[in-house]
C-alpha cells in the first residue's frame, strides 16, 4: 500500500555520480572526510565508470586535481591537463552509455584555491575569469564532455560560454549552470577531495545562506542566458530554494547532495546513531520530492543497486 500510494520515487537514470581523478598518483588515494570516495587515477577512473554505467546510473561529474597550480589555472584549458585527459578516456570507456560531464571551474587549478582570476586587490576579476571560462569550455567540449557543469557563480558565465561552444562548433553541447550556489559549510569534504589551495572564502560570489528570493532570481538570470539546465547546491539545507526553482523554472532543475551532507550521514551512521541506508534512502527522495528532476550524489551507484 505505501509503495502503490507513493508520490515520490527514485530511478537510477536520475542519479550522478561526482568523481575525481588526480594527477600524478599510481593508486586511487582514499578521502579520509569522505569515506567511501577516493581520488583516482585514469585507468580506476575508467573502471569505476563503467562501474557506474553497469549501475544504470545517469551520469558521472568529474572533478580533476592537478600536479601544478599557477594563479590563472593554466592547467583547466590545457589539452594534455588531467581532467581533459580523463574525460577523454572515460568518453571512450562508458560515452555511449551514460552522460560524461566535467566541472567548469577554476578552484581545482589555482593556487590560491578561488573560482576566477585574481585582481590587484585579490579579489575577483569577473571579466577576465569569463574568458578563462570560454577556453576551458572548449577544451572540455573537444575532450568530449556532453554537459558543462559551470559551478564558479561568476555574473553572465552562461553567456559567455554558450557563446565560446557555438563559435567553436560545439553546439550540442550543453550548460548545467549551479545558478544557486550558496556559500556553505558543507563544502569542507570536497575541498579535501581537491586538494584546495584555497585563502580567504567565496561570500564575495557565492550566495548568502540567509537569501532565499535571491536564489530564484540567479536561476532566472541564467536560463535567459541560455542554461539547459539550472542547479541548486548544496541540497538538504535549501530544499525551500530547490522548491521555488522548481516550481518557476522552464528548464530541468537539478540539486547536489554535497560532501558535507554525505560525510555527515557516514559519520553518524558509523557511530551506531542513524540506520545507513535509510537516511541515503530518506535525504535523497527528501531532495527529489522538493522539486530536483536528477540528483548528483556520492551515493549514487550505491543507491541504483538497492532500487536494482
Same mark, same amino acid.
Given at each position: 500500500?505505501?509503495?502503490?500510494?507513493?508520490?515520490?520515487?527514485?530511478?537510477?537514470?536520475?542519479?550522478?555520480?561526482?568523481?575525481?581523478?588526480?594527477?600524478?598518483?599510481?593508486?586511487?588515494?582514499?578521502?579520509?572526510?569522505?569515506?567511501?570516495?577516493?581520488?583516482?587515477?585514469?585507468?580506476?577512473?575508467? @573502471?569505476? %565508470?563503467?562501474?557506474? *554505467?553497469?549501475?544504470?546510473? $545517469? #551520469? /558521472?561529474?568529474?572533478?580533476?586535481?592537478? &600536479?601544478? @597550480?599557477? %594563479?590563472?589555472?593554466? *592547467?583547466?584549458?590545457?589539452? $594534455? #591537463? /588531467?581532467?581533459?585527459?580523463?574525460?577523454? &578516456?572515460?568518453?571512450?570507456?562508458?560515452?555511449?552509455?551514460?552522460?560524461?560531464?566535467?566541472?567548469?571551474?577554476?578552484?581545482?587549478?589555482?593556487?590560491?584555491?578561488?573560482?576566477?582570476?585574481?585582481?590587484?586587490?585579490?579579489?575577483?576579476?569577473?571579466?577576465?575569469?569569463?574568458?578563462?571560462?570560454?577556453?576551458?569550455?572548449?577544451?572540455?567540449?573537444?575532450?568530449?564532455?556532453?554537459?558543462?557543469?559551470?559551478?564558479?557563480?561568476?555574473?553572465?558565465?552562461?553567456?559567455?560560454?554558450?557563446?565560446?561552444?557555438?563559435?567553436?562548433?560545439?553546439?550540442?553541447?550543453?550548460?548545467?549552470?549551479?545558478?544557486?550556489?550558496?556559500?556553505?559549510?558543507?563544502?569542507?569534504?570536497?575541498?579535501?577531495?581537491?586538494?584546495?589551495?584555497?585563502?580567504?572564502?567565496?561570500?564575495?560570489?557565492?550566495?548568502?545562506?540567509?537569501?532565499?528570493?535571491?536564489?530564484?532570481?540567479?536561476?532566472?538570470?541564467?536560463?535567459?542566458?541560455?542554461?539547459?539546465?539550472?542547479?541548486?547546491?548544496?541540497?538538504?539545507?535549501?530544499?525551500?530554494?530547490?522548491?521555488?526553482?522548481?516550481?518557476?523554472?522552464?528548464?530541468?532543475?537539478?540539486?547536489?547532495?554535497?560532501?558535507?551532507?554525505?560525510?555527515?550521514?557516514?559519520?553518524?551512521?558509523?557511530?551506531?546513531?542513524?540506520?545507513?541506508?535509510?537516511?541515503?534512502?530518506?535525504?535523497?527522495?527528501?531532495?527529489?520530492?522538493?522539486?530536483?528532476?536528477?540528483?548528483?550524489?556520492?551515493?549514487?551507484?550505491?543507491?541504483?543497486?538497492?532500487?536494482?
Amino acid at each position: 500500500m505505501r509503495r502503490i500510494a507513493a508520490e515520490t520515487r527514485l530511478h537510477p537514470a536520475e542519479l550522478t555520480l561526482p568523481m575525481f581523478v588526480r594527477e600524478g598518483i599510481t593508486e586511487p588515494q582514499a578521502i579520509t572526510s569522505m569515506p567511501g570516495v577516493q581520488q583516482h587515477t585514469i585507468d580506476s577512473l575508467r @573502471r569505476a %565508470a563503467a562501474a557506474a *554505467a553497469e549501475a544504470g546510473i $545517469g #551520469g /558521472v561529474m568529474l572533478f580533476g586535481v592537478p &600536479a601544478e @597550480r599557477d %594563479a590563472r589555472g593554466t *592547467a583547466a584549458d590545457d589539452p $594534455g #591537463g /588531467v581532467l581533459n585527459l580523463a574525460t577523454r &578516456a572515460v568518453v571512450e570507456e562508458v560515452g555511449d552509455e551514460l552522460v560524461v560531464q566535467t566541472d567548469l571551474c577554476l578552484d581545482e587549478f589555482t593556487d590560491h584555491g578561488h573560482c576566477g582570476v585574481l585582481d590587484a586587490r585579490g579579489g575577483i576579476d569577473n571579466d577576465a575569469t569569463l574568458e578563462r571560462y570560454r577556453s576551458m569550455a572548449v577544451a572540455q567540449a573537444e575532450a568530449g564532455s556532453a554537459l558543462l557543469g559551470l559551478s564558479g557563480m561568476m555574473d553572465g558565465q552562461v553567456a559567455a560560454v554558450r557563446e565560446a561552444l557555438d563559435a567553436a562548433g560545439h553546439v550540442d553541447t550543453a550548460i548545467l549552470a549551479y545558478s544557486a550556489k550558496y556559500a556553505s559549510a558543507f563544502y569542507g569534504p570536497f575541498r579535501d577531495a581537491v586538494d584546495s589551495q584555497l585563502q580567504g572564502d567565496r561570500r564575495g560570489y557565492q550566495q548568502d545562506p540567509a537569501n532565499r528570493r535571491e536564489g530564484l532570481r540567479e536561476a532566472q538570470l541564467d536560463i535567459a542566458e541560455g542554461a539547459d539546465i539550472v542547479m541548486v547546491k548544496p541540497a538538504m539545507s535549501y530544499l525551500d530554494v530547490l522548491a521555488d526553482v522548481a516550481h518557476s523554472s522552464p528548464v530541468p532543475v537539478w540539486a547536489y547532495q554535497v560532501s558535507g551532507e554525505a560525510a555527515m550521514i557516514e559519520a553518524a551512521a558509523a557511530n551506531g546513531w542513524i540506520d545507513r541506508r535509510r537516511a541515503i534512502e530518506e535525504s535523497v527522495t527528501s531532495i527529489k520530492r522538493a522539486g530536483a528532476d536528477a540528483v548528483l550524489s556520492y551515493f549514487a551507484v550505491e543507491i541504483a543497486g538497492w532500487l536494482r
